[in-house]
C-alpha cells in the first residue's frame, strides 16, 4: 500500500501548513489514518489520528488546539492542518494507515500502523 504524503515545507513560527496523504487505488474508507513525526534524535512519535468514519479523533496534547486531523474518503485522502506553529513542531511528518482497525477503536501507537507514507519535512524557523 503506498501512501502518498506532501505539503511539508519551511515556515515562520506562528504560520500554518497543511499537509495531505493520498493512498490512491485502495480501500481507504476502511483504514484508520495518522500522522507521526520524529524530529532529529527523537522517537517518532503519535501527533494525530482519525477513524475509518471520523468520529474518533485523538491528539496528542502537544497540538491540540494547534492541529486538526480530518479527511475525505471520497478523495482517499488524510489531512492535517496545522495552525500556530512553533520551532518545536519541526520534524519529518510521516502519515500511517491502519488496515486492521476496527470501527469504535483508534490507536496512538505506532505499532498498530501497518502501512507508512515517505514522511514530508515541517521547519518552523523562529
Known amino acids: 500500500v503506498q501512501l502518498q504524503a506532501s505539503g511539508g515545507g519551511l515556515v515562520q513560527a506562528g504560520g500554518s501548513l497543511s499537509l495531505s496523504c493520498a493512498v490512491p487505488?485502495?480501500?481507504?474508507?476502511?483504514?484508520?489514518m495518522a500522522w507521526f513525526r520524529q524530529a532529529p534524535g527523537k522517537e517518532r512519535g503519535f501527533v494525530a489520528g482519525i477513524n475509518r468514519n471520523s468520529r474518533l479523533i485523538e491528539y496528542a496534547d502537544s497540538v491540540k488546539g494547534r492541529f486538526t486531523i480530518s479527511r475525505d474518503n471520497d478523495k482517499k485522502t488524510a489531512y492535517l492542518r496545522m495552525n500556530s506553529l512553533k520551532p518545536e513542531d519541526t520534524a519529518v511528518y510521516y502519515c500511517?494507515?491502519?488496515?486492521?482497525?476496527?470501527?469504535?477503536?483508534?490507536?496512538?501507537?505506532?505499532?498498530?500502523?501497518?502501512?507508512w507514507g515517505q514522511g514530508t519535512q515541517v521547519t518552523v524557523s523562529s
Open positions: 500511517a494507515a491502519d488496515a486492521t482497525a476496527i470501527l469504535s477503536n483508534l490507536s496512538v501507537y505506532k505499532s498498530s500502523y501497518n502501512y
Open positions: 487505488g485502495r480501500p481507504f474508507s476502511r483504514y484508520n
